[in-house]
């Protein structure tokens, strides 16, 4: 077992990396009362941890069914009504089993239930890893935009187990591809060169390369979390891909696009966008082009961009009226920049499209 781990303020969150689920049976043991939520798959195909955990006195398990439409605030009460009804206390302690949406769910209800109590990330997708489970960031979506109801309530500490991932189906491994291209766009050429020549290991749940592959990403987002735990300054190049990549999946409503899936498409939209800018090499261009492509699905899903511009303006990434947009100007580098223009965005998303990722409306 390998812990890495994450300092906000004095505290460190631990990040346990293993490929069993003795920590997470562990810590259950020692909570006073624990609050389970469990996403409905992993009840479905991990039975006898379910049991082993429902068995335990003093857990009380919530089974919840994952899908952009069920991160709303009536599901996050239902939870709260329900672990009321189960007298789960201030003291208690909430696991969140599951991908993001469990996560950012549960995360969510966690930090509103009786004004915050502590909980534990269980995650069990690649992004849910590489990702949504560190940094603290959890919420619902809104009918006017994505995450738009949250909070940062950081867990008291994080439990990857690797071995989760080997029943993850084909399409949520590439959805994880989308948020660890960006951070090998962000991290530079050790990682970016990594990913060229592994992709293909952690598309085939390669467990010692998804076991590298999550620590390493692990690693990148953990430094912009201490530099910026609240989002205000560094952290936001983490937005790299989801200015677009959340205009897409408004636009098309969510869960027609996967998040990951629209991650990859904004990474090579806002990389056009920086390439006609003259912020990006056309040759560094074609590379990011050429590592996405061999992730991303093709997709005949008919998307109207004038639609996914208009969702662009709801985005929360607008400052002051305009929309800011975080540019990648080489493998390592980006810029944030607020001067990208419609035509900019309807030419970048036209590329996509003409490459197979969406067609046009
Ligand atoms: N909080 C953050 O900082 C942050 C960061 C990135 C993304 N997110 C959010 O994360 C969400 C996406 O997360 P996701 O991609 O994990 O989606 P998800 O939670 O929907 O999981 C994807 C699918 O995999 C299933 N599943 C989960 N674990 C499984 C396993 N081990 N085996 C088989 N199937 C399994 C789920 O039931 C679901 O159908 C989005 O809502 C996004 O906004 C949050
Ligand atoms: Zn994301």
Redesign the pocket.
């Known amino acids: 077992m390998k812990t890495l781990g994450y300092r906000v303020n004095s505290t460190r969150i631990p990040i346990y990396l293993e490929d069993s689920n003795s920590t997470l049976l562990s810590q259950l043991k020692s909570a006073q009362k624990a609050a389970v939520v469990v ?4 009840v479905n ?1 991990f039975k006898s941890l379910v049991a082993d955990i429902s068995g335990m006195d003093g857990t009380v398990v919530a089974t919840f069914s ?3 439409g069920n ?1 709303t605030l009536q599901k996050a009460d239902e939870l709260i009504t329900y672990f009321l009804q189960k007298s789960i206390k201030r003291d208690s302690v909430l696991f969140a089993i ?7 769910v549960a995360g969510f209800v966690a930090s509103v239930f009786q004004r915050g109590i502590n909980f534990v990330q269980v995650p ?2 690649l ?2 890893m590489v ?2 489970s560190v ?1 603290g ?2 919420g619902v979506n809104h009918p006017l935009g ?2 738009m109801i949250g909070s940062f309530h950081h867990p008291t500490s994080i439990i990857m187990n690797i071995q ?2 080997d ?3 084909k399409e ?1 491994i590439l ?1 994880g591809l989308g ?1 660890i291209a960006k951070y090998a766009i962000l991290s530079g050429e050790p990682f970016f060169d990594f990913l060229e020549k592994n992709h293909v290991k952690v598309l085939n749940k390669d467990m010692n390369a998804l076991a590298r592959i999550v620590k390493m990403s692990v690693e990148v987002k953990k430094r912009y979390v201490e530099r910026d735990p609240k989002e205000s300054g560094i952290r936001a190049h983490l937005n790299l891909g989801h200015t677009v990549g959340h205009a897409i999946e408004a636009a098309t409503g969510y869960g027609v696009f ?3 899936e629209s991650v990859l498409i904004g990474l090579v939209a806002e990389s056009h966008i920086a390439m006609h800018m003259k912020l990006l090499r056309p040759s560094t261009f074609e590379r990011i082009l050429e590592m996405v492509r061999r992730m991303a699905r093709q997709r005949n899903e008919k998307v109207s961009i004038d639609e996914v511009v208009a969702h662009l303006t709801f985005d929360k990434k607008v400052k002051a009226g305009k929309v800011r947009f975080v540019l990648p100007t080489g493998i390592g580098r980006v810029v944030i920049r607020d001067d990208v223009t419609t035509r900019n965005v309807l030419d970048a998303l036209k590329f996509v499209a003409s490459d197979g990722m969406f067609a046009l409306k």
């Open positions: 996403d409905s798959r992993i195909i994952a899908s952009e991160k599951g991908g993001g949406i469990t996560g950012d069990t997708t992004l849910a990702d949504s940094g960031k959890v994505k995450n989760f991932l029943t993850l189906p949520e959805c948020e996967k998040h990951g």
